[in-house]
């Protein structure tokens, strides 16, 4: 009797291991093919369309040299001010996050790193689970090994969702502005940037209805 469910945890291991070996290789043949491929879609853009019906506004994609370095620097200061220093994880703010989920009981807070939101972007979906987290860090630690960081930056501002079907920082400029983000002043960047938290329920015309979004662009001009 032991022997048979030795036997059977066995196989059990032996075919999630499987599973998982599957998994990192098909991620890591697709971030190999994103290192010089853009993706034609993401899954959030499938599931936004499919679940909530919003339409994909007009895309424009935009080489990270020529977004303005102010832009970025926005950005990474809002996002992620370490992530040219770190693996795709700030443990510090993950435990933090932790602690504060668990006392609320639900996945309320997060501590996502701009490696984090790129791998639930162009793999997972933005549903909250611990699952979700779990195969996010295996893509994150499979993205830092395989893609090189400013890769990996130029893929997050041009596919990161900015509102209901915008996707990308020059689709969100030329949507709410007119214009294309390099002529875009230092006032409306940092209201386009500062909506990053909650982009489908505001706009950069509405931020300062959000106490997130107001305390991002406050900080902002402190800075700028």
Sequence with gaps: MIRKKKSLFARILLFVLRLHLWFWGIVAFMCIIYQFVNPPFTPLMVQRYLFRGYDWH??????????????????????DPNFYRHWGFEWKSIRKAWEKNQRSGRIRFGASTISNQLA???????????????????????????????????????????????????????????????????ERTMQLVS??????????????????????????????
């Design 58 to 79: 007009k895309r424009y994609y935009v080489p990270i040299k020529k977004i303005p370095k102010r832009s970025v620097r926005m950005i990474m200061v809002l996002e």
């Design 120 to 186: 639930r972007t162009l793999f997972l979906t933005t549903h909250r689970t611990y699952f979700r987290k779990y195969l996010e860090v295996q893509i994150t630690v499979i993205m830092e090994i395989i893609m090189s960081k400013r890769r990996m930056l130029e893929l997050y501002l041009n596919y990161i969702e900015w509102g209901k079907g915008i996707y990308g920082i020059e689709t969100a400029s030329r949507y709410y502005y007119g214009t294309g983000i390099k002529s875009l002043g230092a």
């Design 195 to 224: 909506i990053l938290t909650n982009p489908v329920k505001y706009s950069p015309q509405t931020y300062y209805r959000s106490r997130s979004a107001t305390q991002r662009y406050n900080m902002l001009q402190r800075i700028y």
